[in-house]
């Protein structure tokens, strides 16, 4: 299994972002996807998730910033981002988990100046 994230890079604050992660290895569209972010010193976080059929999630602080989609015939999962601010400087990473599967992509490196 491989998540391979992408999309990461340096913004201005209030600028956008869009991350991929494309995943190969699973039946895709049969599993939950997830968006987590780990900033220097902080613990890793879930942001978004997103379920097989189509429903998502987020945590208060990403709220009307963040958008999750995804794409099964691209066996792909999606992360909006607008209004970026300074604090959502971190390491981005796809994830994904099952009964028996626990899954990281490789993370991508979100930098926001202000």
């Known amino acids: 299994v491989q998540l391979q994230a992408s999309g990461g890079g340096l913004v201005q604050s209030g600028g956008s972002l869009r991350l991929s992660c494309t995943a190969s290895?699973?039946?895709?569209?049969?599993?939950?996807m997830g968006w987590y972010r780990q900033a220097p010193g902080k613990r890793r976080e879930l942001l978004a998730g997103?379920?097989?059929?189509?429903?998502?999630t987020y945590v208060d602080s990403v709220k009307g910033r963040f958008s999750i989609s995804r794409d099964n015939a691209k066996n792909t999962v999606s992360l909006q981002m607008n209004s970026l601010k300074a604090e959502d400087t971190a390491i981005y990473y796809c994830?994904?988990?099952?009964?028996?599967?626990?899954?990281w992509g490789q993370g991508t490196l979100v930098t926001v100046s202000s």
């Open positions: 994830h994904t988990e099952g009964r028996r599967y626990n899954y």
């Open positions: 290895g699973i039946i895709f569209s049969s599993t939950t």
């Open positions: 997103i379920t097989s059929g189509g429903i998502s």
